[in-house]
Structures are given as structure tokens and as C-alpha cells.
T-cell receptor
Framework: DAGVIQSPRHEVTEMGQEVTLRCKPI?????LFWYRQTMMRGLELLIY????????DSGMPEDRFSAKMPNASFSTLKIQPSEPRDSAVYFC??????????FGSGTRLTVV | AQKITQTQPGMFVQEKEAVTLDCTYD???????LFWYKQPSSGEMIFLIY??????QNATEGRYSLNFQKARKSANLVISASQLGDSAMYFC??????????????FGTGTRLQVML
């Protein structure tokens, strides 16, 4: 079991550029979550999917953010255009059963 | 109202001593789950322990135990025999309900634990 795999681990981009974060959940997990962690706001849920279908995207900060899950083994979080305030660590997590939440290693995004 | 409250921003403990990290929660659901995660300086989120609202026994996982007091709505993490490697940020989290839209985890603000020689 390779765990939840996120890429890239680090991303530095210029303001206004498009950024795509990637996540491969654990095989067999039917829920996928995207979280953002900042010093000011802590860990906040952005969006989550159940069986590839978005269930709750109320945490997506604005239209610049979008997330997709085209199949059970892949999800993306896209920011277009990126802004300095989007700088954060973005975590992907997947879940099997009501107690089995596993987090990826995170992507540290810096927008300059 | 905060769903998860961790009132200790930072804690210090002597190596080999036990330490309790506090967590209180707020929910009107009868079915919920409580979690503790560890985040070392390397940044990953490591699952430590889980307690279901219907579990009568306190959860234990090695040196970690969860002191679950349902009436008080508290779910404190107890780490016994602290080790230097326990120095990290610790987050309490809650899943309200069972499935469907109630599947997300809500996190507290965390407690930074420093283990001293």
C-alpha cells in the first residue's frame, strides 16, 4: 500500500499562473478530500468527492479554484489564476469506512 | 461555535513522562467519530487514534490513549512515556454523522508539543 500520493511536493509559481495539484488516492477508498492548511485558518476542507462525484464544494474559496475526479484513482485541484494568498499546504486525503482517513504528504504551494 | 476546541496552543513535557492534550467538541449528532492526528515538522498528517461515539471503551493504540468523556464532550489524548520523537503538532478532529454529506473531518487549531530531555 503506497498510501495517498500527491504531486508535486513543492510548487513555486508566479502570480497569475495556473497551478495544478494532483492526488492519487488509496485503491478501494471511496471518498476523496482536499484540505488547505495555513497559519491563519488552520486546516480547512475545500471539497470532497464520493465515488468520483463532488459532494460538497462549499469550502472552495472562489471561482479561481476547481477540482475534478475523472476516475477512482486520480483527482486534481486547479487554481487559475493563482494569487499570493493561495500560498499554503494542500492536502489530499482518502477514506475507507467511517474511521479510515489517510492523508497524503501534502503540496506546499508558494505564489510569488 | 467552534466544532473542535483545543485550548492549549503549546505544551511542554519531560521525556518519559505522560502528557494529556485537551480536546472538546460540539455536536448534536448521536453518531460521530473523534480522531487525533500528529503533524511533525516534516509536515505529513499521521493518524494516531480513533474513538466512535458508541464505543464504550476508551481507545488505545500503543502509547496513545483517548480519554473519552461523552457527557463532557471531551476527547483528550494521553501520551504515555513521552519520547523526543513525539515533539510535533497534534490535531483533534471530528466526523459528524456516519455517511453521506456528514463524511468530512473538522479539525481543531492544534497543540504544539515539545518533549524535553
Amino acid at each position: 500500500d503506497a498510501g495517498v500520493i500527491q504531486s508535486p511536493r513543492h510548487e513555486v509559481t508566479e502570480m497569475g499562473q495556473e497551478v495544478t495539484l494532483r492526488c492519487k488516492p488509496i485503491s478501494g477508498h471511496d471518498y476523496l478530500f482536499w484540505y488547505r492548511q495555513t497559519m491563519m485558518r488552520g486546516l480547512e476542507l475545500l471539497i470532497y468527492f464520493n465515488n468520483n462525484v463532488p459532494i460538497d464544494d462549499s469550502g472552495m474559496p472562489e471561482d479561481r479554484f476547481s477540482a475534478k475526479m475523472p476516475n477512482a484513482s486520480f483527482s486534481t485541484l486547479k487554481i487559475q489564476p493563482s494569487e499570493p494568498r493561495d500560498s499554503a499546504v494542500y492536502f489530499c486525503a482518502s477514506r475507507y469506512r467511517e474511521y479510515g482517513y489517510t492523508f497524503g504528504s501534502g503540496t506546499r504551494l508558494t505564489v510569488v | 461555535a467552534q466544532k473542535i476546541t483545543q485550548t492549549q496552543p503549546g505544551m511542554f513535557v519531560q521525556e518519559k513522562e505522560a502528557v494529556t492534550l485537551d480536546c472538546t467538541y460540539d455536536t448534536s449528532d448521536q453518531s460521530y467519530g473523534l480522531f487525533w492526528y500528529k503533524q511533525p515538522s516534516s509536515g505529513e498528517m499521521i493518524f494516531l487514534i480513533y474513538q466512535g461515539s458508541y464505543d464504550e471503551q476508551n481507545a488505545t493504540e500503543g502509547r496513545y490513549s483517548l480519554n473519552f468523556q461523552k457527557a463532557r464532550k471531551s476527547a483528550n489524548l494521553v501520551i504515555s512515556a513521552s519520547q523526543l520523537g513525539d515533539s510535533a503538532m497534534y490535531f483533534c478532529a471530528m466526523r459528524e454523522g456516519y455517511t453521506g454529506t456528514a463524511s468530512k473531518l473538522t479539525f481543531g487549531t492544534g497543540t504544539r508539543l515539545q518533549v524535553m530531555l
